[in-house]
C-alpha cells in the first residue's frame, strides 16, 4: 500500500534573523557620536541661560533668541552637508563636523559678551545641521538591510544621551560662582571633538559614495565587512551601481569613472530642480511624506520642553533654580532610557506602528500637560501639588512618548525614502526644515507663554500632535525590510527613470549596451 507523502504538510522553521554585523554595528556607533554633541549643544543651553542671565543682564528676549538661534543657523550647516558629504565623502564630513563643534564650544565657552555669545552659537549651530543630515545618512547607507532600522536610531539615541549630559553639567556646575558656572558648562563640550574626530578616520567611507566615485572594489570591500553575507553584499553591490547608472559587470578597469562623471555632471546641475521644481510624482509624494514628518517632530515643541525645562518646573511647582535643573534630568532620563524601545522594535513591528502610537500618546500628554498648567492657575493652593505632579509627570510622558517613537522613527524614515541621487541633498532639505521649526518653537515660546498662557501654548503643541498623527496615518507608507533602493517603489514604480538624472542613466546603459553589442565576440 502505498501513501502520498506529497500531501502531508511539512512544518518549516521561521527564518531566523542574522545576528547583528559587528562592522557595521561599530561603524553606526562611531557615526552617531557626533549626535553626543549636538544634544549636548541644545540642552546646556536650558541650564546655562539662567546664570548668563545674571551675569551678562541681559533679558528674556535676549535669551529666547539665544536659545533658539542656533536651529536656524544649523539650517546653512544641514545645506552645506548635503554639498560637502558628495563632495569629500561622508567620513571627512564627520570630521569636518567634530571641528565645527569644539571651535563653537570655545568661543561660547570664552566669550566676554553677548555678541560673542551669537557668534559661538552660530559656529554650534553649523556643527548641529552638519551631524544633523550626516551620522543617519552614513548609517543607513553603511547598515545591512536586517538591522538597517535598529543601527539608523543611533544617531537619536546618542543625540538624547547628550541631552542628558548637558543636563547633568548643568546641575554639576551650577554651584560654581556665577560667571564661571555657564562658562565651565560650554567649554566641556569641547573635549568630546577632539577624540572623535580621530576615531572617526578608522571608519570606511560609505560603500554608495564610493560607488558614485567609480571606487568599486574599495565599495565591495566595504559591502563584505557590513553585509549579513557575501551573497548579500554582491546584491547590495549591484542595487548600487544600477541606481547610479553603471554596467552590472563593469570594474574599476572599466570606463565606470566616466560614467559616473557623466551621470554627476547632470545630477549637479538637475538635483535641486528635480527635488523642488519639476518633481516627478514619486518624488513629490517622497517630499511630502519626508518633509511632513520632519515638520511634525519639531512643531510639537519637544525642543521648547528640552530647552525651557527648568522654566516648566518652576511653573509646575519647584521654585528652586537648583531643584528645577535637578528634576530637569529627568527629561534627559526619559528620553534616553525609552528610545530603546523604537531601537528594539524598529526592524520587528516596523515604522509605522510606532510613529502611530507615538504621535497618540503625545497628543494625549500634551492635552493632559496643557489642562492641570491651566487648572494650577485657577486653583487654589491646597490643589496645587496634586496638579503639580501631574503636570510633571505629563510632561515626562510626552518625552518618553517621543523618544520611543516620533523622534528617532522620523530620522530612520527619511534616511531610507529617497533615491541615491537626490538622497543627500533631500535629506539636507529635511533636516534645513526640521532645525527651521525648531529654531522657530523655541524662539517663540517664551512670547508665546507671555501671549497666550503656558497652558496654550501646550494646547497649540497638542493640536498640532493631533493633525500630525492624522498625516502620519494616511501619507507614510510601511518601509521595514526593504533596501534603501527598492523602498522608492513605495511611491511610485521606476523612481530612478522618472528625471533628468534618469535619462543620463538611461544613455549611458544604452551606450554600454551599444559597445558591447559592438565588441568582437
Known amino acids: 500500500m502505498s501513501t502520498n507523502t506529497d500531501a502531508v504538510p511539512v512544518a518549516v522553521a521561521p527564518a531566523k534573523r542574522p545576528p547583528i554585523n559587528k562592522y557595521a554595528f561599530a561603524c553606526a556607533l562611531l557615526a552617531s557620536m557626533n549626535s553626543v554633541l549636538l544634544g549636548y549643544d541644545i540642552s546646556v543651553m536650558s541650564g546655562a541661560q539662567l546664570f548668563m542671565k545674571e551675569d551678562l543682564k541681559i533679558s528674556d528676549t535676549q535669551i529666547e533668541i539665544l536659545a533658539g538661534v542656533i536651529s536656524i543657523y544649523s539650517l546653512f550647516g544641514s545645506l552645506a552637508a548635503g554639498l560637502t558629504s558628495d563632495w569629500l565623502g561622508r567620513r571627512y564630513t564627520m570630521v569636518l563636523a567634530a571641528a565645527i563643534f569644539f571651535t563653537g564650544a570655545l568661543i561660547m565657552g570664552l566669550a566676554p559678551n553677548y555678541a560673542f555669545l551669537m557668534a559661538g552659537r552660530f559656529v554650534a549651530g553649523i556643527g548641529v545641521g552638519y551631524a544633523l543630515m550626516i551620522a543617519p545618512v552614513y548609517t543607513a547607507e553603511v547598515a545591512p538591510t536586517s538591522s538597517r532600522g535598529f543601527l539608523t536610531t543611533f544617531p537619536e539615541v546618542f543625540n538624547n544621551f547628550g541631552i542628558l549630559l548637558g543636563y547633568v553639567s548643568n546641575f554639576a556646575f551650577a554651584r560654581l560662582p556665577v560667571h564661571q558656572s555657564w562658562r565651565a558648562m560650554f567649554l566641556v563640550g569641547a573635549v568630546p571633538p577632539v577624540f572623535l574626530g580621530f576615531a572617526v578616520l578608522a571608519m570606511p567611507e560609505s560603500p554608495r559614495w564610493l560607488v558614485m566615485r567609480g571606487r568599486i572594489e574599495d565599495a565591495r570591500h566595504v559591502l563584505r565587512r557590513t553585509s549579513d553575507s557575501p551573497e548579500e553584499a554582491e546584491e547590495r553591490l549591484l542595487d548600487i551601481k544600477r541606481v547610479v547608472g553603471i554596467p552590472a559587470d563593469a570594474t574599476d578597469a572599466d570606463d565606470v569613472v566616466a560614467i559616473v562623471r557623466a551621470n554627476e555632471a547632470a545630477r549637479g546641475q538637475g538635483v535641486w530642480r528635480e527635488l523642488l521644481i519639476n518633481p516627478s510624482r514619486p518624488v513629490r509624494r517622497m517630499l511630502v511624506a519626508g518633509l511632513g514628518l520632519m515638520f511634525i517632530q519639531q512643531a510639537t515643541g519637544v525642543d521648547c520642553v528640552v530647552m525651557y525645562s527648568p522654566r516648566v518646573f518652576q511653573t509646575a511647582g519647584i521654585k528652586s533654580k537648583t531643584n528645577s535643573l535637578g528634576a530637569s534630568m529627568a527629561v534627559g532620563a526619559c528620553k534616553t532610557f525609552f528610545i530603546p524601545i523604537a531601537t528594539l522594535l524598529l526592524d520587528r513591528i516596523g515604522r509605522r506602528p510606532l510613529l502611530l502610537a507615538s504621535g497618540g500618546g503625545m497628543t494625549i500628554f500634551l492635552f493632559t500637560l496643557a489642562t492641570s498648567l491651566l487648572m494650577l492657575d ?91 498623527w492624522v498625516f502620519m496615518y494616511f501619507f507614510l507608507p510601511e518601509t521595514m525590510g526593504r533596501s534603501l533602493e527598492d523602498t522608492g517603489k513605495l511611491f511610485g514604480k521606476e523612481t530612478d527613470d522618472d528625471s533628468d538624472g534618469g535619462a543620463v542613466v538611461r544613455h549611458e546603459r544604452k551606450k554600454s549596451t551599444e559597445l558591447t553589442s559592438a565588441s568582437p565576440q
Not at 491646597?382 to 523622534?407: D, P, Q, R, T, Y
Not at 533615491?419 to 543627500?424: D, H, I, K, S, V
Open 378 to 468: 485657577r486653583r487654589p493652593e491646597s490643589e496645587s501639588k496634586a496638579l503639580g505632579a501631574v503636570s510633571i509627570a505629563a510632561m515626562l510622558s510626552f518625552v518618553a512618548s517621543f523618544a520611543s517613537g516620533l523622534g528617532p522613527v522620523a530620522w530612520v524614515y527619511c534616511s531610507e525614502i529617497y533615491p541615491l541621487r537626490l538622497r543627500a541633498q533631500a535629506a539636507a532639505l529635511g533636516t534645513g526644515l526640521n532645525r527651521l521649526m525648531g529654531g522657530a518653537t523655541t524662539m517663540s515660546f517664551l512670547s508665546l507663554t507671555n501671549s497666550i498662557t503656558i497652558a496654550g501654548a501646550f494646547y497649540l503643541y497638542a493640536c498640532i500632535a493631533a493633525a500630525g
